[in-house]
């Protein structure tokens, strides 16, 4: 606790943002909450089953944990060097490389059953 309590601020705020990716990422996943994939819950049943949401969920696992692997690694970088600015550097990276590779990866024909 004495360590976390060192810690300032902005640094608690993106690593907590990091859990809640990861957090997300288990839940899609292992806890099956595919509702949370957005518009996945809003098809209808017939819609549903033209898609491998097993796939789908590995997916957003796998994007959720790397988004959240780089704003640690971020955060944990701009505490060592005492500079702030990579944290925000590699919080957008996160975001611009996690944001695109979910909706392309997840979008693509190889999670679209063939019927």
């Known amino acids: 606790m004495i360590f976390f309590k060192k810690i300032d ?3 608690k705020i993106m690593i ?8 997300f990422g288990v839940l899609i996943k292992y806890g099956k909450m595919y509702y949370l994939i957005a518009g996945y819950n809003n098809m209808s049943k ?9 796939g789908i ?6 994007g959720m944990f790397g988004m959240a ?4 690694s971020g955060s ?3 505490k ?3 500079n702030p600015n990579v944290q925000n550097y590699t919080f957008w990276t ?7 590779y979910l909706l392309i990866k997840s979008n693509s024909k190889k999670y679209k059953r063939n019927q």
Not at 16 to 23: N, S
Not at 57 to 62: C, E, G, H, K
Not at 94 to 100: A, D, E, F, Q, R
């Open 9 to 11: 601020l902005k640094i």
């Open 16 to 23: 907590t943002v990091a859990i809640l990716f990861i957090a």
């Open 46 to 54: 017939e819609e549903k089953e033209k898609y491998n949401i097993e």
């Open 57 to 62: 969920a590995t997916v957003f696992r796998n």
């Open 69 to 72: 692997l780089i704003i640690i």
């Open 76 to 78: 944990l970088i701009a």
């Open 80 to 82: 060592f060097t005492e």
């Open 94 to 100: 996160s975001m611009i490389l996690g944001i695109p």
